[in-house]
T-cell receptor, first 109, second 115 residues
Framework: DAKTTQPPSMDCAEGRAANLPCNHS???????VYWYRQIHSQGPQYIIH???NNETNEMASLIITEDRKSSTLILPHATLRDTAVYYC??????????FGTGTRLQVFP | DVKVTQSSRYLVKRTGEKVFLECVQD?????MFWYRQDPGLGLRLIYFSYDVKMKEKGDIPEGYSVSREKKERFSLILESASTNQTSMYLCASSLPRLVTPYEQYFGPGTRLTVT
């Protein structure tokens, strides 16, 4: 499975866009990029996923570079409730997901 | 909404005790998972079940066993609890990967302390 690299922590001002990077330079053609987040004292929650194209849903946008070696999760208007650990996961077409240590995003007022 | 429930939020057990952690999901999902989460190590997969009575070892199965007698219930068993099994245990469920988007739904976790 491809390994991902994320910064251990980031800060973002409330109302600003939070851009969370992820490197996955060894990704292969059939591997998807998934993002989950874990708010304190809760289990992880799915946010978004993509293969090649950029994706957007009600929670976030996912930008994947053309060579697919990196991606960025964008929370367009961060709120205090977005404070969480964000996991970038690269997964082949299997039922298992491998979670790393993620990025701890702190949104401040 | 998918609901995954775990039998306890907090549990304290003594070394050597047999410990059962129960997980129940209400969405008829085929897949169920047990993870443990430790500071600095992220989530690590202990066991995975893709059908009733079917199981597959994850990355750290040593010291654990599982049971899935009914589709909605997946139990994690610590045969003889040890202090290094003090951790947060998370259960998850999902439909098979062929269904997109592929989402795992997590329970709230059980914080187990072994003394």
């Amino acid at each position: 499975d491809a390994k991902t690299t994320q910064p251990p922590s980031m800060d973002c001002a409330e109302g600003r866009a939070a851009n969370l990077p992820c490197n996955h330079s060894t990704i292969s053609g059939n591997e998807y990029v998934y993002w989950y987040r874990q708010i304190h004292s809760q289990g992880p929650q799915y946010i978004i996923h993509g293969l090649k194209n950029n994706e957007t849903n009600e929670m976030a946008s996912l930008i994947i570079t053309e060579d697919r070696k990196s991606s960025t999760l964008i929370l367009p208007h961060a709120t205090l409730r977005d404070t969480a650990v964000y996991y970038c996961i690269v997964s082949p077409n299997t039922d298992k997901l491998i979670f790393g240590t993620g990025t701890r995003l702190q949104v401040f007022p | 909404d998918v609901k995954v429930t775990q039998s306890s939020r907090y549990l304290v057990k003594r070394t050597g005790e047999k410990v059962f952690l129960e997980c129940v999901q209400d969405m008829d999902h085929e897949n169920m998972f047990w993870y443990r989460q430790d500071p600095g190590l992220g989530l690590r997969l202990i066991y995975f079940s893709y059908d009733v009575k079917m199981k597959e070892k994850g990355d750290i199965p040593e010291g654990y066993s599982v049971s899935r007698e009914k589709k909605e219930r997946f139990s994690l068993i610590l045969e003889s609890a040890s202090t290094n099994q003090t951790s947060m245990y998370l259960c998850a469920s999902s439909l098979p990967r062929l269904v997109t988007p592929y989402e795992q739904y997590f329970g709230p976790g059980t914080r187990l302390t072994v003394t």
